[in-house]
Every structure is written in C-alpha cells, then in structure tokens.
C-alpha cells in the first residue's frame, strides 16, 4: 500500500528523471489521499491528456524497476475491449494505471480541465505537474471504472465532502452523454440507486439522468443490467 507520504516520494523521484514537463489529472484514491480521504491506495491513477506524455511518464516507471501488469481480473472484461483502457505497471505494492485522453468512453472535459480542486508542482530536472480533480468528477469516474472498492470510496466521499454539489455530477455525466460515452448516464444512474440508502438524493436528479438517457427510467435500468455487469471479482482497492 501506498501512503501520502510514499505518494510524494515517489512523484519526486520522477520529476527528478523526467526529459520533459508533464502535466497529468489525479483521481481515484490518489486524489483521495490529497483530500485527506484516505491514508493509503494500492494503486495510483493518473489521466494523461495525450499519449505521448503518458509514454514518457511510463518509460521513467520502467526505468525505476516498476514492470507491466495486466488489467485482467482488475476491471470488467466489456470495458478493457475499449481503446482507452489504461495500461499498468507495477512495482512490490505498488501499481499505476495510466490513462489518457479518456477513462474508457469517458472525455478529460473541459471543466474537468478548468475545475480542479488543486495543483500539486514536483520539480527535478523537469516539472511532473499533478491536477486533483473535484470530488463530483472523482465519483463520476470510480463510477465508470467500476472496480471492487469503488462504491465503498464513493461513500466515503459523499459522507466527508460536505459540499458535495449533485447538479454539477450530473451536468457533467450528461455532457459526457452527449458527447459519446454511452455508459456515463448508466454508470451514474447505477451508483446513485445504490447510494440512496448512505445519502438523501433529491429525486430531481434522478429525473434528469432519465430525460437525457430519452425519458425512460424503466429502459435505463434494463440497459444497465445489460450492458454493465458488476465490478470484477477479487479487483484490488483503488
């Protein structure tokens, strides 16, 4: 497991061999433990906004011992089919998984980009520049990755941040709707039925996942138990 502290270490020493100036979005229970949410996470995920920077980020992984590691049995199998799965690397208890440009069908947005909840600088040689991304969007993608332990982080959020807004997690899970990723509204509608017995969530919004998923409630259930089955059995925490 990987502590705040060790996160820090380790986010210098890379900054330190980097040959170029990166710039990447923390979510899942790494920008948890920048919130103070969490005291460790097995692994950390990071969201690239090119593939290029995702490259560099992972050749100074490789260099430092850490070895790639296959997704296999960590998300569902109808989600590593998409492009922009995330590849891994790991090193003892440690694991990265690196994404860019998308979390699977889900778009680096643009208020993604412009309403972050902090900035984090680690300077070597060159500038490993670390996003943490508002607790609404944390929740959004533990919502589409899916993975054991997400549901459980996704209490932990609603329950400590105080200010966690409803309307701006779905403003933003239908933007992500109508921008391509088919499975936002479903993965949202999911977790937000699940949750209801954690935390009060006003029907209102439940009402307008459904109008921009066409209006119909029964038919966005019965796609999502098509489509999305349960997270994978025996995935590590995030």
């Known amino acids: 497991m990987i502590t705040y502290g060790d ?3 380790l986010f210098t020493l890379i900054g330190k061999r980097l040959r170029e100036d990166i710039t990447c979005w923390a979510f899942g229970g790494t920008a948890m ?16 906004e090119d593939e290029k ?16 590691f296959s997704p ?3 998300y569902i199998p109808e989600k590593l089919r998409d492009r922009h799965k995330p590849l891994m690397l790991q090193k003892g208890g440690a694991r990265f998984d690196l994404f860019f440009g998308k979390i699977f069908r889900t778009l680096l947005s643009p208020r993604m980009k412009e ?22 969007h944390i929740v959004l993608l533990k919502s589409v990755t899916s993975r054991d332990k997400d549901f459980e982080d996704i209490v932990t959020i609603v329950r400590k941040d105080k200010h966690f807004d409803w309307q701006h997690l779905v403003n933003e899970a239908v933007w992500q709707h109508e921008h391509g990723d088919s499975w936002a509204l479903l993965d949202i509608e999911k977790m937000m039925r699940e949750l209801k017995q954690y935390a009060l969530i006003e029907k209102k919004y439940f009402d307008q996942i459904y109008a921009a998923h066409g209006g119909d ?7 999502k138990g098509k489509k999305r089955p349960g997270g994978a059995k025996g995935a590590e925490k995030a």
């Open 7 to 9: 996160q820090a270490e």
């Open 33 to 48: 433990m920048f919130y103070g949410f969490k005291d460790d996470t097995k692994d950390i995920d990071l969201l690239f």
């Open 53 to 68: 920077s995702r490259e560099a980020f992972m050749t100074v992984l490789k260099e430092m011992g850490f070895e790639e």
């Open 72 to 74: 296999l049995g960590i």
């Open 115 to 136: 309403d972050k909840y902090a900035v984090h600088d680690f300077k070597g040689n060159r500038l490993f520049r670390v996003n943490v991304l508002r607790t609404e």
């Open 217 to 223: 409630k029964g038919a966005t259930k019965a796609q």
